[in-house]
């Protein structure tokens, strides 16, 4: 793909124009079970339900950001869709191709246009193998002979994510977690790949080494036209990067919008309870937050999900309709797709269904609670620590800004 293509693509992303384009990634009822086998016959008697029924797209040259909970199978959606896990049901379709259920031998003509970034920078690469080793095994298994050589080319490489050509010999424990996040990076671009699926990229990176990797992730895409899928946890690193954000809940995709749609203005309860659970960093303002949900309970267990809806049994506005049905994926403002019985700031699914379950009751009477508590104890610890600052300011403003985070215990995606 040359730059002008690449350039015209992403404006007609960026523009929201895409749409008559067709899509680089199609993806329909996707599903992922694991068995669970127990006795001597190993004999199943469940599974683990870890990817349910989704369907979404990838357009060409845009970004889609994908966050949840630990445990709701966003790092299983990106094995499938590279297919180096099975899936148990739907369809997976790649620039037209149908790659569901392609054997080995037929994935291998399209290793080089979908490669993945892993998440652990010290696992990920083989700890007996030099740095030219790793980023060449690429061209190793696809037979491929770049030009110039396979040393020249790794070389370019490592000096394209910012490493230095010297490195060609050193081994992964000579080299900082940013640095080997840097050569699994190289490694992914090796063949030129159309799509990169990036699996927490940055999770196991120092706060200060993370704007580097993310800085360069966005430049590579820039420079080279690619396609990413970014799973993630936190929800800053995906607002920076993302043209569009899917948020998952327990196997499903709850919303799925533009990112400066679905920050502005969230309509799942999941993903508002997410947005409200974000830290204000500078402890003057932390009053100024209009509200923080606390979620009761956990996470239900994948192997039994609940019927219906899945978030009912933590949502204050679950009905009994949300308890029996579950509600489709639906797109109810251009944009931006819902699967919401009870949408916030938009008009109700189901007008007719009114009476809270007893668990929507509870948490709608503790989330107003909590909040008004807030800013009470907040003026009441200002009072409380005024002489304190003035004998010793820097441990009261230690104090106040660790406060917030020990008090707020809402099941953030971790």
């Not at 949408?343 to 809270?356: A, G, N, R, S």
């Amino acid at each position: 793909m040359s730059e002008t293509e690449t350039g015209a693509g992403t404006a007609a992303v960026k523009a929201g124009s895409a749409g008559d384009e067709k899509p680089l990634l199609k993806v329909e009822g996707l599903v992922k079970h694991f068995p669970i086998k127990k006795g001597l016959l190993q004999r199943q008697v469940g599974a683990v339900k870890a990817v349910d029924g989704i369907d979404f797209e990838v357009r060409r040259g845009e970004t889609l950001g994908v966050v949840g909970e630990s445990g709701c199978g966003k790092s299983t959606m990106g094995r499938l869709i590279t297919r180096l896990l099975e899936p148990s049901g739907g369809r997976i379709e790649f620039d037209g191709t149908d790659i569901t259920h392609l054997n080995t031998s037929g994935m291998r003509p399209l290793r080089r246009d979908v490669q993945m970034i892993f998440q652990d920078p010290y696992g990920s690469l083989n700890p007996r193998h030099t740095i030219g080793s790793i980023v060449s095994a690429p061209f190793r298994l696809q037979g491929v002979e770049p030009e110039g050589g396979v040393k020249k080319e790794v070389q370019r490489l490592l000096e394209l994510v910012g490493l230095s050509p010297e490195h060609f010999n050193r081994y992964p424990h000579e080299f900082s977690g940013g640095q080997r996040q840097r050569i699994g990076i190289a490694r992914a671009l090796a063949l030129k790949p159309r799509m990169v699926v990036a699996d927490e990229p940055v999770s196991a990176l120092d706060v200060s080494i993370q704007a580097q990797v993310v800085n360069l992730m966005d430049d590579l895409q820039d420079e080279l036209g690619l396609t990413y899928v970014i799973i993630a946890h936190d929800l800053s690193v995906v607002r920076h990067v993302s043209d569009r954000i899917a948020v998952m809940y327990l196997g499903k995709i709850v919303e799925l919008a533009e990112r400066d749609a679905l920050y502005a203005s969230p309509m799942h309860p999941y993903t508002k309870a997410l947005l409200s659970a974000v830290p204000i960093p500078d402890p003057k303002r932390r009053t100024a937050k209009s509200e923080r949900i606390l979620l009761r309970g956990d996470v239900p267990s994948p192997i039994a999900p609940p019927s219906g809806c899945r978030f009912h049994t933590r949502c204050w506005k679950a009905t009994e309709v949300c308890r029996t049905t579950e509600p489709p994926l639906a797109e109810l403002r251009p944009g931006q797709r819902v699967a919401c019985h009870h949408p916030e700031d938009f008009e109700d699914q189901q007008p007719q269904d009114t009476v809270l379950l007893s668990v929507a009751k509870e948490a709608a009477e503790l989330v107003p609670d909590e909040v008004s508590r807030e800013p009470a104890a907040a003026e009441e610890t200002a009072e409380e620590t005024t002489e304190e600052t003035a004998e010793a300011p820097e441990e009261a403003a230690v104090k106040s800004s660790t406060e917030p985070s020990e008090e707020s215990s809402t099941d953030e995606s971790k």
